[in-house]
């Protein structure tokens, strides 16, 4: 079980590929261990050992080619 949940708003998915792209970049923030994607709300809720910056996941979310909504 993760310590650290959070949940973020990413903007600009429309599509399977864009949460699979989005889950395989922020799945690779140190120390997260879960990505949950719900395409239909735009939020991805991280669970981890430990909490993530705000600037870790737009620098993830960002790679993916998205963008997190402020």
Known sequence: MST???TFQVT???CAHCVAAVKEE???IAGVTDVVVDLA???VTVGGG??????E???AV???GY???S
């Open 67 to 69: 963008e997190l909504a």
């Open 41 to 43: 709300s735009g939020r």
């Open 57 to 59: 996941m737009a620098a």
């Open 62 to 64: 960002d790679e993916a």
């Open 4 to 6: 650290f949940q959070q």
């Open 26 to 28: 922020v799945g690779a």
């Open 50 to 55: 430990r909490e993530v910056t705000a600037a």
């Open 12 to 14: 600009g998915m429309t």
